[in-house]
């Protein structure tokens, strides 16, 4: 018997097809978004940080990384977790650690102190990654698109909110008040997260080391790849795009400062909306002619970004096209990995986050050398590449599927 089959062979608890409640989904769409805005935060505010400390910029440049950085060994080491423990209880224990963590924030006064920090506060935010699976496995096989939709629009808004959040409260209060004010919510959802949620029986019975592997494994999983690399190409573009959006804002003609390039992320939590609509669509209609469409959105936003790069409406509606397109993508990827095997739901999504973000670190670095080498309409080429790949792979798809049926 192989490690798949045996970590996956624990009893299966009753299966509750009635699903989570609206109250349930919404407590679950808040804790995530509230949670994941923590790694954010200090993008908008890394100058004030260097003000206060006395730091120079590349110093407190580290910050984003190492937080970063942090997420990205939790996301190995501590979501799969959700698979071996009660996700709930999991949620309660990493919660309660990042609000200490945030709280440590606001009475740092050296820079080392605030690398450890936030390191922590990396580490603790994955707890995101462990709410998504619980709200995949919560809900009734033929809602999970619209549920998981849900709450993965609730962590869309608090990753693109936290940008214009951190900038206004670090001008306003300092920037230690935005540490202090995110601990607050970060301990209001937790609260309503307790009493809200019901405890789940966990699947995997054997040891943590066997856990580890087991999720390396889960990449022998056919479609668990396909989706990843749609995923990973998807997300690339959307890092790659907000990166140069904000040299190109910068730039002449526009000038626009900080403040102002922020109140385009306003037009991006509008489009997050879009997800759990395309969540529900993707709980009905075939998954590949749905990402065929959302995709097509993707290339159609690219074209308007490249034909009128310093029209301000062209611009608001390519943004919003843009993160339509990216987040519906990426609902109905979420909705087909959870459908793959509930008793291996967090090890599942530990796999296919990980490439994500790898795949939004690659776009982040190709936006910036796009538009050092070649600006605006470079920027728009090398996102047409992302989209373009990621397309032709899922048409390919349609064609083998259609083959098959022939």
């Known amino acids: 018997m192989n490690l798949v089959t045996k970590v996956t062979s624990a009893p299966m608890p009753c299966q509750e097809t009635k699903g989570p409640s609206s109250g349930q989904v919404l407590t679950m769409a808040v804790a995530a978004g509230v949670t994941v805005a923590n790694l954010y935060y200090n993008q908008p505010i890394l100058a004030e940080?260097?003000?206060?400390?006395?730091?120079?910029?590349?110093?407190?440049?580290y910050l984003p990384a190492l937080t970063q950085a942090a997420y990205g060994v939790g996301l190995f080491f501590l979501a799969p977790l959700g698979d071996m423990f009660d996700r709930?209880?999991?949620?309660?224990?990493?919660?309660?650690?990042?609000?200490?963590?945030?709280?440590?924030i606001t009475f740092v006064q050296t820079l080392p102190a605030l690398y450890v920090a936030s390191v922590l506060v990396g580490l603790f935010a994955v707890s995101t990654q462990i709410i998504m699976p619980m709200a995949a496995a919560l809900a009734a096989n033929n809602?999970?698109?619209k549920v998981v939709g849900t709450v993965f629009t609730g962590a869309l808004i608090g990753i693109l909110s936290a940008r214009i959040v951190g900038g206004y409260l670090a001008e306003w209060a300092g920037w230690r008040s935005v540490y202090g004010v995110s601990a607050g919510l970060v301990l209001a959802a937790t609260i309503v997260f307790a009493a809200?949620?019901?405890?789940?029986?966990?699947?995997?019975?054997?040891?943590?080391?066997?856990?580890?592997?087991?999720?390396?494994?889960?990449?022998?999983?056919?479609?668990?790849?396909?989706?990843?690399l749609v995923g990973s190409l998807v997300f690339g573009l959307f890092c790659s795009f907000w990166t140069a959006l904000t040299f190109h804002l910068s730039g002449p003609p526009f000038t626009y400062s900080s403040d102002r390039i922020g109140l385009f992320g306003i037009l991006a939590i509008a489009g997050a909306g879009a997800a759990s609509?395309?969540?529900?669509?993707?709980?009905?209609?075939?998954?590949?002619?749905?990402?065929?469409?959302?995709?097509?959105?993707?290339i159609a936003s690219i074209v308007c970004l490249f034909l009128w790069p310093y029209s301000?409406?062209?611009?608001?509606?390519?943004?919003?096209?843009?993160?339509?397109?990216?987040?519906?993508?990426?609902?109905?990827?979420?909705?087909?990995?959870?459908?793959?095997?509930?008793?291996?739901?967090s090890r599942i999504n530990t796999v296919y986050m990980?490439?994500?973000?790898?795949?939004?670190?690659?776009?982040?670095?190709?936006?910036?050398?796009?538009?050092?080498?070649?600006?605006?309409?470079?920027?728009?080429?090398q996102l047409l590449l992302w989209a373009g790949l990621a397309l032709a792979i899922l048409l390919f798809r349609l064609y083998r599927e259609n083959g098959r049926r022939a």
């Open 354 to 381: 990980t490439t994500l973000f790898l795949g939004g670190a690659i776009g982040t670095y190709g936006g910036v050398l796009a538009w050092n080498f070649g600006g605006w309409p470079l920027v728009c080429g």
């Open 196 to 228: 809200m949620l019901p405890q789940r029986a966990s699947h995997h019975t054997g040891h943590y080391g066997d856990l580890l592997k087991s999720t390396l494994l889960q990449l022998k999983r056919v479609q668990l790849l396909r989706v990843m």
């Open 312 to 345: 301000v409406p062209a611009l608001a509606v390519g943004v919003l096209l843009l993160d339509v397109g990216v987040q519906a993508t990426q609902v109905n990827n979420l909705a087909q990995i959870y459908g793959l095997d509930e008793t291996a739901h």
């Open 49 to 61: 940080i260097a003000t206060s400390l006395h730091a120079k910029e590349i110093e407190v440049g």
């Open 277 to 298: 609509v395309f969540g529900r669509i993707a709980d009905k209609r075939h998954p590949l002619r749905i990402q065929i469409l959302t995709v097509s959105i993707i």
């Open 143 to 145: 809602a999970k698109g």
């Open 88 to 104: 709930k209880k999991l949620v309660l224990v990493l919660q309660g650690l990042l609000c200490l963590a945030l709280v440590a």
